[in-house]
């Protein structure tokens, strides 16, 4: 088997350094940015700074959702950072071509409307099973992990023609000064997506060729590259530790109102030094179990307590979880110690 990861040159491991040694100017700022805002929290927990966030920019028509306009229309405040997702019906349903599949000229212009506000952005690509010809297949089961990583083989130019899509996009956003956090395979740690279905090895295997491809093959010099793990009971260093050269924040998705029971995992992934978001926060739980509606005063309140080196928190937008759906989101993004987008500021963006 040819695996094609061939060349890393690239990566470094440098506590503080971006990942990537050919950043450009306008990462490296924003980059410095999150890390003196981590240093701040490490250093005055009490008194640190978070950013708000917040999935998708509107969803009209859907009462069940609210993006960053609905935030602003409620409560004055545009959340900082926002999340867009880049695959077609979240990599659930099948497509014609991987350019149907990756829908990034579809998610780029809200991305940069959001970034124009003083936001800060993230893509999310719940990628479609390349093992199957018509795409779709986001929980697929049959994933054929060698011959999509093995050049020459159809499953292998599939999934190069959805990173190529992917990259095309994050190539629109740098040719307008836009820089973008990126957390492929997220979750990865569960067994719900297909990529959570290999071994851990292949998921290595498989992360490292994703930068690779990004990197070095495409030249996408703007990207920050977020390690963002399903917050549980197991251990990330299997997967972490190998990884560790190949990321530059790390996070935590989180469905419970209860996020000190994951306490272990915040504390070994806050040892890295990198900067920690709460990647995906659903407060009532995976797809809105939980009836009672969640207090947003209390995040603030149990971040500072509990989870202080935390810079930034990303509600679902979703299933109940969205701040609009529970008690005094108002309160929440009106507090002093969050940091919304009129208030992103740093030197070099």
């Not at 990942?19 to 008194?47: D, F, G, H, Q």
Request: hydrophobic share 35%.
């Amino acid at each position: 088997m040819l695996i094609a990861l061939t060349c890393f040159a690239m990566v470094v491991n440098a506590q503080n350094e971006l990942c990537n040694v050919k950043s450009n100017k306008s990462t490296k700022a924003l980059y410095k940015y999150l890390v003196e805002l981590s240093a701040s929290n490490t250093k005055n927990p009490a008194n640190g700074k978070i950013l708000s966030g917040i999935y998708g920019v509107r969803f009209p028509g859907r009462t069940d959702a609210a993006g960053a306009e609905e935030v602003f229309k409620e409560t004055g405040k545009w959340p900082s950072l926002v999340g867009l997702e880049y695959c077609f019906a979240s990599g659930s349903y099948f497509a014609s071509s991987a350019s149907q599949a990756i829908e990034w000229k579809k998610a780029n212009p809200l991305l940069e409307e959001h970034w124009e506000k003083g936001g800060i952005i993230r893509v999310l690509t719940h990628f479609p099973n390349p093992t199957n010809p018509k795409y779709g297949g986001l929980r697929d089961t049959a994933i054929k992990i060698e011959a999509i990583l093995t050049n020459g083989t159809t499953e292998r130019n599939r999934w190069l023609a959805l990173l190529d899509e992917v990259a095309q996009g994050f190539q629109d956003l740098d040719a307008k000064g836009i820089s973008v956090i990126y957390g492929p395979l997220h979750e990865l740690n569960g067994k719900w997506f297909w990529w959570g279905k290999i071994t851990t090895t292949q998921q290595i295997e498989l992360w490292k060729d994703i930068h690779n491809y990004i990197t070095n093959e495409k030249k996408c010099n703007n990207v920050i590259w977020l390690f963002t793990p399903s917050a549980g009971s197991s251990d990330l260093s299997p997967l972490y530790e190998p990884l560790k050269n190949y990321i530059d924040m790390v996070g935590l998705d989180v469905y419970s109102p209860d996020f000190n029971q994951y306490e272990g995992q915040y504390q070994y992934l806050t040892s890295s030094g990198k900067p920690f978001i709460i990647a995906e926060f659903g407060p009532r739980g995976p797809s809105g179990k939980i009836e009672n509606p969640y207090d947003c005063n209390t995040l603030v309140k149990n971040l500072k307590s509990n989870w202080p080196k935390t810079i930034a928190f990303m509600f679902w937008h979703a299933d109940k979880n969205n701040p609009l759906m529970n008690l005094n989101a108002g309160s929440l993004f009106g507090n002093n110690l969050i940091v919304n987008a009129d208030a992103v500021k740093y030197k070099g963006r």
